[in-house]
């Protein structure tokens, strides 16, 4: 068996990784193969993909996103990753009880802990989003207040829309 030095290791990893080899086709593709893109800070995420790929513009990359070829949602802990669609359900159901234990006690804080008070919460959010109807974390504050919703607009909504996400019930979008 073949030992490898720093070097060599280096740059397998560089190049396997699409950062000094041919690039992928779509940055959708750069998705696939890392699995999981880390996008808590979006433009530097798309950067990193655009780097992967020959959509090297942040505008092609952002156009990709917009058209639904990969998607933004909470997937390994409570930042936000890029995962291709067709990746999210096998990933939640491993990760997805672990990262909701561990964010029990601040549910707990914020009230989040009655089976109803959520499941009401997330029932409306399925009715306000249903037939694709694309609206800011401000809009669902404004709808849920409007609809005299326990939930309220902030950090209560916030993590309800976490809840959601790990639950595979919506993700981030345009």
Same mark, same amino acid.
């Given at each position: 068996?073949?030992? $490898?030095?720093?070097?060599?290791?280096?740059?397998?990893r560089?190049?396997?990784?699409?950062?000094?080899? @041919?690039p992928?086709?779509?940055a959708?593709?750069?998705?696939?193969?890392?699995?999981?893109?880390?996008?808590?800070?979006?433009?530097?995420?798309?950067?990193?993909?655009? $780097?992967?790929?020959? /959509?090297?513009?942040?505008?092609?990359?952002?156009?990709?996103?917009?058209?639904?070829?990969?998607?933004?949602?909470?997937?390994?802990?409570?930042?936000?990753?890029?995962?291709?669609?067709?990746?999210?359900?096998?990933?939640?159901?491993?990760?997805?009880?672990?990262?909701?234990?561990? $964010? @029990? @006690?601040?549910?707990?804080?914020?009230?989040?802990?009655?089976? /109803?008070?959520?499941?009401?919460?997330?029932?409306?959010?399925?009715?306000?989003?249903?037939?694709?109807?694309?609206?800011t974390?401000?809009?669902?504050?404004?709808?849920?207040?409007?609809?005299?919703?326990?939930? /309220?607009?902030?950090?209560?909504?916030?993590h309800?829309?976490?809840?959601?996400? $790990?639950?595979?019930?919506?993700?981030?979008?345009?």
């Open positions: 068996m073949a030992v $490898m030095d720093r070097t060599q290791v280096l740059a397998q560089l190049g396997t990784q699409r950062l000094s080899s @041919a992928l086709p779509r959708a593709d750069a998705v696939r193969l890392l699995t999981c893109v880390q996008s808590q800070e979006r433009d530097h995420a798309f950067f990193s993909l655009g $780097m992967r790929s020959c /959509k090297d513009r942040y505008a092609a990359v952002q156009r990709e996103f917009d058209a639904g070829a990969f998607v933004c949602t909470h997937i390994l802990r409570p930042t936000w990753h890029f995962v291709a669609p067709e990746d999210l359900r096998w990933i939640l159901a491993l990760t997805s009880p672990r990262v909701l234990s561990s $964010m @029990a @006690a601040r549910h707990r804080q914020l009230g989040l802990e009655d089976p /109803k008070h959520l499941g009401d919460g997330l029932d409306l959010l399925a009715d306000l989003l249903q037939e694709r109807n694309f609206l974390r401000p809009e669902l504050g404004e709808a849920f207040a409007q609809r005299g919703s326990r939930v /309220k607009p902030g950090q209560q909504l916030g309800l829309l976490l809840v959601a996400e $790990m639950r595979g019930q919506v993700c981030s979008g345009r």
